[in-house]
């Protein structure tokens, strides 16, 4: 039987996230102050090499299979510029996808995730002053909007791996790292703190397992996520805790994602990209 979190409106979302954000502003209407044009996009994309990354998310009690994640990143000179996730039921069709266009600093990128099942949507976009972020949790249902004011300590969806990456030495040391976690689905972020839980080895080879956890009251009721690195590279190996994926429009499903260093890095084509853009999205069934 599947787990639902403790809170489910806190859809976090931080297992390699995803994306290309169209000139327009992910979410249909552009930012005030949106960086970034179509021929800058053209550009970027076709200066950019892509790997491709593959998650499987499973029951934490029963370990079934209940979605797979197919990623897809661009990057230059060892930076991300974007990221496109297609969300897959254990059958193999896709019922989600996600877009990320990253920017500076890295923890806040743009973002958009429309899942069909629901046709839940929910995203950020962000200018040179300012953010919005916004959810919509149904076709029939209103676009819900609030600006959202950025920050060093803001992080957003996939941004999460840069800020560990950025703070790798702090944590390493064992000290708590603050930060404030967007929560599309609420319209607003909340206080966390990240810290080094332990080392361990997985896939044969050493990692780094970090927890993220509110601060304050709502942290004795939530549950906290769990993500492990490997500390070679500092690459995502697994995410444990509350997923963005949905197990109605309001509740999200509880996952063990694994990332098998086997099926992670290897090169893809602009084909490839074009046709995860392109494919068509199913109301299909996710297991556990």
Request: glycine share 10%.
């Amino acid at each position: 039987m599947r787990r639902i979190g403790s809170l489910p409106w806190l859809s976090l979302g931080l297992a390699l996230c995803t994306g290309v954000a169209c000139a327009e502003g992910i979410g249909g209407e552009r930012a005030a102050g949106e960086e970034g044009s179509a021929e800058n996009a053209a550009v970027t994309a076709a200066g950019a090499d892509t790997l491709r990354f593959r998650g499987e998310a499973r029951d934490v009690e029963s370990s079934s299979l209940m979605y797979v994640e197919d990623h897809l990143l661009r990057s230059e000179d060892a930076h991300p510029v974007e990221r496109l996730v297609l969300y897959r039921c254990p059958g193999g069709e896709a019922f989600a996808r996600k877009h990320v266009r990253y920017g500076e600093p890295p923890f806040a990128p743009q973002f958009e995730i429309l899942d069909a099942r629901f046709d839940y949507r929910e995203g950020f976009n962000r200018g040179k002053l300012a953010g919005e972020t916004f959810v919509q949790r149904g076709a029939d249902e209103a676009m819900k909007k609030e600006a959202i004011a950025l920050g060093e300590s803001l992080v957003v969806d996939a941004g999460f791996d840069e800020f560990v990456r950025a703070h790798w030495d702090t944590l390493a040391a064992g000290k708590e790292v603050p930060l404030r976690f967007l929560v599309p689905s609420r319209l607003a972020s909340y206080g966390f703190k990240v810290k080094k839980l332990r080392g361990e080895t997985l896939y044969g080879e050493p990692v780094s397992t970090f927890r993220l956890a509110l601060t304050g009251l709502l942290g004795w009721f939530a549950d906290a996520i769990d993500v492990s690195y490997r500390d070679r590279d500092r690459q995502l190996i697994r995410f444990e805790g509350l997923s963005n994926i949905r197990a109605t429009p309001d509740e999200n499903l509880v996952a063990r994602i694994d990332f098998p260093p086997d099926q992670q890095g290897e090169a893809a084509t602009a084909e490839a990209w074009d046709a995860a853009e392109q494919e068509p999205l199913k109301a299909c069934e996710v297991g556990g």
